[in-house]
């Protein structure tokens, strides 16, 4: 596989953020009253017709969705799964499945159980007798009335209580309206953007199918995208989620997966790499003209990576789309950072055996020969050749030099969000930024290697020149 030499870098910052902040459409003008039929779920008229000729052509991914419900396989989500199988065959036993889950007597419901029981009260609507209906209904009013999720990052929670109140808007007084507006107003204009603008970590990367559900549902019902709100967030995480993924895929039960960046000991979780890979299938449905959606979707469509579990199977058939064209994926950033949350991920190459090193929450990653090493903090890398980028990280976070033959360095590492005097060989003293993860990205020009010595900025730039030209001598 050819290698690519191209570099992402996004200089956008709080600035460019901002300015989707400030384009968002006034929080007076929003209607959040839900009046469309039912399916209002994810099931678009477009994408039902989809899944419906995908049964139709026997394609192997309806062939292995079916093989798991008509066999009796237990699904890892079984209100979910049953109700979109009876949304694409109209077989009345399928929702008799989801709805004797659905009204069986459990526990009180987690976000996961609710989204569920939305998910079959909002598909399964045909099949359901008025006191199935009624019974249901009441279990997810009455989970809805529970107080709102108490964790700003709980991604998950919000969105479970957007599916409950589209599902329900008939049976509601306002139609949806308080609810959602609550979500909207008060918790991701009010709590999230804000988080994203300082560069805070705020939407854990685990949830992000659940945020693109949310997505999909607000776009569907209310005609609304969040995204407005956080452009800068936005613009490149297809490209942010693609490249932190590990080069060498990871052998489960059923098929081959690409796995997330993780932190935790052992062994990955393919529960966390099949729901990773159904929010790839998710972003590339939100959105599939963007040119980083087309190369997300060449990076998926290789069959031997299509989940055949209980879990992501169900996932697949929904969302992906092999009729939807993609870009190579070889030609994808070999270098991709992200300056508002200080992340770098970087490989020398698409290919399998690529050494990649990651830098994400706060914690820098090595992955080489197979391996996975996650550094202490503090530890340096001994710097990595990708394309044309050196990719390295600091000793210490107020001074380090190094010997730079390309056209861009990055050292991870640094004193975040700080000035650094950047001193390059036979160039002017230049005065540089780290972001808000203390990497300072420093654009080397000239031909051959240079030395590049970097210093924390504690004084007037020409008294940092002359501490540092005492300490070359």
Known sequence: ?????LIVVRWLGVGLLGVGLLGAQNSADDDFHVYRDAPRLLLTPQRLRLLQRERERQSPRWEQFE??????????EPGFAWALYYQVTRQVSAAKQAIDWAL?????????????????????????????????????QTALAKPAVASINDVRGQNARVFAAIALADRLPDQGNAVLSEIVQNWWRAEIV??????RAVLPREQRYDLYEMLHVLRDNVKMDLRESAAGYFKDLPLAHMTGHYPAPFTGAENEFLVPVYLHDGDPDPADAAMSRAAALAMVAYDTN????????????????IMRGSLGSVYEFLWANPYQPGLNYDHAPLVFHEPYSGEVFARTSWDEDATWIGYFDGRLQLFQNGRLQTLRQGAAVSPVQVGTATITS???????????????????GLAPRSEYAVEIDDQELELLDTDVGG?????????????????????????????MADEIK
């Open 1 to 5: 596989m050819a290698s690519s030499s």
């Open 67 to 76: 093989a798991l419900i008509s066999g009796g396989a237990p699904m890892a």
């Open 104 to 140: 069986k007597d459990m526990a009180e419901p987690n976000a996961s159980v609710l989204r569920q029981l939305a998910l079959v009260f909002d598909w399964c609507g045909p099949a359901l007798t008025p006191a199935e209906s009624d019974r249901l209904a009441a279990k997810i």
């Open 194 to 199: 804000p988080q994203l603008a300082a560069g």
């Open 290 to 305: 963007a040119p980083n959606s087309q190369l997300l979707q060449g990076w998926l469509i290789r069959d031997r990576f």
């Open 394 to 412: 600091a000793p210490a976070k107020n001074s380090a030099q190094f010997h730079v033959a390309n056209e861009t360095l990055f050292v991870l």
């Open 439 to 467: 990497t300072l990205s420093v654009p080397i020009s000239g031909n051959g290697e240079v030395g590049v010595r970097v210093k924390l900025r504690g004084s007037s730039a020409e008294g940092v020149k002359g501490m």
